[in-house]
């Protein structure tokens, strides 16, 4: 029986962090022009023969990086989903637009039903982790803004 399963709470004692996120591409090429379209920072770019190639970029500013490539994946083209947390929302819409990217327009959710709903705009009360926007790589991976300029505590 684990820990938690036990009641107990045990206290981490290796760190773990998240490093690499893994993107379903169809076309590595056009995924890797994307990316780096965006400003992102090429790190690696490794193939071994037809049947794999890796290729892993990084945000601006983020200690998290992604890849993609041949082999590399087992999901289906699209179907990732991440965030990616903005000090200024305007302005990284304003940097994404400028490159091309379609990107939403700003909105912020409501939970009154118990289920998300998208609504128009900034969130009413001005708070962090409460405002976005969204944009999708070629393959129909999904990215969400978020935008963040006082963490809550402990973060």
């Known amino acids: 029986m684990s820990t938690q399963e036990q009641g107990g709470v045990k206290e981490p004692t290796v760190d773990m962090k998240i490093e690499v996120h893994i993107i379903p591409v169809a076309d590595v090429d056009r995924a890797l022009r994307f990316y780096k379209c965006l400003g992102w920072r090429l790190d690696a770019d490794f193939e071994a023969g037809p049947e794999f190639r890796i290729v892993q970029l990084t945000p601006p500013g983020s200690e998290c990086a992604i890849i993609f490539g041949r082999g590399v994946a087992s999901a289906a083209p699209g179907s990732a989903e991440g965030y990616l947390v903005v000090f200024d929302l305007d302005k990284a819409r304003a940097d994404l637009a400028g490159r091309g990217v379609k990107v939403s327009e700003i909105f912020h959710k409501v939970y009154d039903t118990g289920a998300e709903v998208r609504v128009d705009g900034r969130d009413p009360d001005g708070r962090s982790y409460?405002?976005?926007?969204?944009?999708?790589?070629?393959?129909?991976?999904?990215?969400?803004?978020?935008?963040?300029?006082?963490?809550?505590?402990?973060?």
């Open 130 to 155: 409460a405002s976005y926007a969204s944009f999708s790589d070629p393959d129909g991976n999904g990215w969400v803004l978020q935008e963040v300029q006082e963490r809550l505590p402990g973060r």
